[in-house]
């Protein structure tokens, strides 16, 4: 069984009069409740893919099917609601609202998802005590460190209790303490049932996952052909 379908997946931007083809024809199935690594050197369409499957862009052409729902056919709202209920994605970058703090930061998508107040609040708690960052619910972003922002990104990213986790280089931006607690954290979404994504340089994320995919110039490719293009 298949969780995730993705048949001739392609992205082509158009620079001026060049294009670019940062997805050129990606076939991918993953199985549910597996950890997949995918790696690739800079510029190999790592992003793109993950950006597409969390209906955060949309392809150029081919098809995405996760839970049977395919994705590249629903609409804005449709694809809002498959965002907020199935996909929880971390940024390299946090990407946490600096007004606000940690607490309202992961009870933020809850607002979209019409969570009364008070159970809101009690949720992003809870979240934030799971991270274990409880101590820390009051601190706006800029009075955390790099690794306790990454916290509350993945706290946030699992406040609707997302089935699939989506999460870009959450570690590229942090020390290799910190990086451990958060691929840790993904360890234990994965053995909770979720099916989890991560781009990562990091070979120590390859302990932890269940799959590697490599990926070269838009396409997935194997370990040999990898090995072979990278090794110079
Ligand atoms: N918004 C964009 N406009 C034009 N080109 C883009 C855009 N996003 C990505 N690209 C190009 O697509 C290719 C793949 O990018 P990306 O998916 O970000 O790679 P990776 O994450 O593996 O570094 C690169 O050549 C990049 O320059
Ligand atoms: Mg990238």
């Given at each position: 069984?298949?969780?995730?379908?993705i048949?001739n997946l392609r992205k082509t931007y158009q620079m001026g009069r060049q294009k670019v083809h940062a997805l050129d024809g990606v076939?991918?199935?993953?199985?549910?409740?597996?950890?997949?690594?995918v790696?690739g050197p800079s510029g190999s369409g790592k992003s793109t893919l993950l950006y597409l499957l969390g209906g955060l862009d949309r392809p150029t052409d081919g098809q995405i099917?996760?839970?049977?729902?395919?994705i590249s056919?629903?609409?804005?709202?449709?694809l809002?609601?498959?965002?907020?209920?199935?996909?929880?994605?971390?940024f390299q970058?946090?990407?946490?609202?600096?007004?606000?703090?940690?607490?309202?930061?992961?009870?933020?998508?809850?607002?979209?998802?019409?969570?009364?107040?008070?159970?809101?609040?009690?949720?992003?708690?809870?979240?934030?005590?799971?991270?274990?960052?409880?101590?820390?619910?009051?601190?706006?972003?800029?009075?955390?460190?790099?690794?306790?922002?990454?916290?509350?990104?993945?706290?946030?990213?699992?406040?609707?209790?997302?089935?699939?986790?989506?999460?870009d280089?959450?570690?590229?931006?942090?020390?290799?303490?910190?990086?451990?607690?958060?691929?840790?954290?993904?360890?234990?979404?994965?053995?909770?049932?979720?099916?989890?994504?991560?781009v990562?340089?990091?070979?120590?994320?390859?302990?932890?996952?269940?799959?590697?995919?490599?990926m070269l110039d838009g396409r997935i490719?194997?370990?040999?052909?990898?090995?072979?293009?990278?090794?110079?």
């Open positions: 069984m298949s969780f995730i379908t048949t076939d991918l199935s993953v199985a549910p409740n597996t950890f997949h690594a790696m099917v996760v839970d049977g729902q395919s056919a629903l609409d804005e709202n449709a809002a609601r498959y965002r907020r209920r199935t996909i929880g994605f971390i970058s946090f990407n946490l609202i600096p007004t606000l703090s940690a607490l309202e930061n992961v009870a933020f998508p809850m607002r979209f998802a019409r969570v009364p107040r008070r159970q809101r609040a009690l949720r992003a708690h809870e979240l934030l005590t799971r991270v274990g960052l409880a101590d820390r619910t009051h601190h706006k972003p800029t009075e955390l460190s790099g690794g306790q922002q990454q916290r509350v990104a993945v706290a946030r990213a699992l406040v609707n209790d997302p089935q699939l986790i989506l999460a280089e959450p570690t590229g931006n942090l020390d290799t303490t910190s990086g451990a607690s958060i691929m840790q954290l993904l360890a234990e979404l994965h053995q909770n049932g979720r099916t989890v994504l991560v990562t340089h990091d070979p120590r994320m390859s302990a932890y996952a269940t799959h590697t995919v490599h490719v194997s370990d040999a052909e990898y090995e072979a293009a990278t090794a110079f």
